[in-house]
Every structure is written in structure tokens, then in C-alpha cells.
């Protein structure tokens, strides 16, 4: 089976930016997506083939993805985007694998 | 506008099964493969099972394959989920899924509770 390794949490101050990790095996050859879930909601697409953005999703989102790791920053965090964020290997072949998360936290 | 509206959760006894079902609309159903993802309480997203457009080839996680049955109907613009021989691991919000044509997964019901416990 496909791993996708994410740090447990980050933390960040309003206004910094903070970066998301997300490693797998050649990650870097396949499409990385980013979700971002609140508390008590669905989770939201925030990131889709390594760096797209949705409609509606700030530009402060933003992601990459590149050998082994693919990386979502929020650049200018705001409390908002504290949340659960999750990377997956969006590829059929990776059968749909989700990391375990990542808590944001903005102090 | 896109929706997705899952139902059929609640308790089960261990050992038990469920029916979910997951009612889409505002799209042209017959076109996307679905998905659906769990969570257990206080844990992750994990990716659980999904089937093609016409219905004709699933596939599953290892941790529930033999146990979850997913089908469509496209005529009634519905997704299944069949859960049998449910154990406690089984404990989740269940979501259902669509799948864009680039393989993100765009759109996300607002999940329903499965509790197993005796």
C-alpha cells in the first residue's frame, strides 16, 4: 500500500506563513491534493494537481509538490484556516490515499 | 448546485449490517465515479471504496474488502454503501464522495454517523 507521512501539527502566528508537508514514495510523479476540514464539517478541497486552486479559495492557499514531498503553504494565515489538513495522492493508481492530517494552529 | 445528501447511519450491533445511501443532485450523476471516505471519532479521513460510472468495477480498501458491498443506481441518482459483519473499527462518519475527471475529490456529502456497539 501507498503512505502518505504529515507532521501531527503546526502552528503559526496571524499574518506568517506556514508550511505543510505531506512525503510519500516519488510523490512527485503523481497529483497531490490538499482538503481542509473545520470542526464538525466536511472536509473542502483546497488544493487539486499539486497546486490548483478551486473557485472561492484564497490566494493565500497554495501548494507544490515535487520528488518525494508535496507542500501546502498558507501564506498570511489567518485565524480562519485554523483546521485539519489533509494531503492525498489524488491518482487512481494510489487508490485515493490520504495522509493522517496535519492540525493547524494559529496562536 | 452540487449536492450530496448521505442517510441510513445510526447504531448497529456488532456483527450487524447497514445500508448508507447517498442521494446526488445538480450534476449528471451517470458521469463521475463516486467514493465514499469514513472517519472514526478523533482520527483521520480514510479512503473506504468507489465504483465507476456505469457501476460495473469497484474496488476497496484491504481493511474492508469482503465486508462493504458499494453499487449505484443511476437512474435514481444514487449511491450504496452496504456494511455486514460490522465491528467497533467500523465507528465512523461516512462521506460520500464525487470523484472530478482529474481524480480530486470536489464535492463531499455532509457524512452520516455509523455507532457499533452492543
Known amino acids: 500500500s501507498y503512505d502518505l507521512i504529515q507532521p501531527p501539527s503546526v502552528s503559526v502566528s496571524p499574518g506568517q506563513t506556514a508550511s505543510i508537508t505531506c512525503s510519500g514514495d516519488k510523490l512527485g510523479d503523481k497529483s497531490a491534493c490538499w482538503y481542509q476540514q473545520k470542526p464538525g464539517q466536511s472536509p473542502v478541497l483546497i488544493i487539486h494537481e499539486d497546486k490548483k486552486r478551486p473557485s472561492g479559495i484564497p490566494e493565500r492557499f497554495s501548494g507544490s509538490n515535487s520528488g518525494n514531498t508535496a507542500t501546502l503553504t498558507i501564506s498570511g494565515a489567518q485565524a480562519m484556516d485554523e483546521a485539519d489538513y489533509y494531503c492525498?495522492?489524488?491518482?487512481?493508481?494510489?487508490?485515493?490515499?490520504f495522509g493522517g492530517g496535519t492540525k493547524v494552529t494559529v496562536l | 448546485e452540487v449536492q450530496l445528501v448521505e442517510s441510513g447511519g445510526g447504531l448497529a450491533q456488532p456483527g450487524g449490517s447497514l445500508r448508507l445511501s447517498c442521494a446526488a443532485s445538480g450534476f449528471t450523476f451517470s458521469f463521475f465515479w463516486m467514493h465514499w471516505v469514513r472517519q472514526a471519532p478523533g482520527k483521520g479521513l480514510v479512503w473506504v471504496s468507489r465504483v465507476n460510472s456505469d457501476g460495473t468495477d469497484t474496488s476497496y480498501a484491504d481493511s474492508v474488502k469482503g465486508r462493504l458491498i458499494i453499487s449505484r443506481d443511476n437512474a435514481k441518482n444514487t449511491l450504496y454503501l452496504q456494511l455486514n459483519s460490522l465491528t467497533a473499527e467500523d465507528t465512523a462518519v461516512y462521506f460520500c464522495?464525487?470523484?472530478?475527471?482529474?481524480?480530486?475529490?470536489?464535492?463531499w456529502g455532509q457524512g452520516t454517523q455509523i455507532t457499533v456497539s452492543s
Open positions: 492525498q495522492a489524488c491518482d487512481r493508481s494510489s487508490l485515493w490515499v
Open positions: 464522495v464525487r470523484e472530478a475527471f482529474q481524480g480530486h475529490f470536489d464535492y
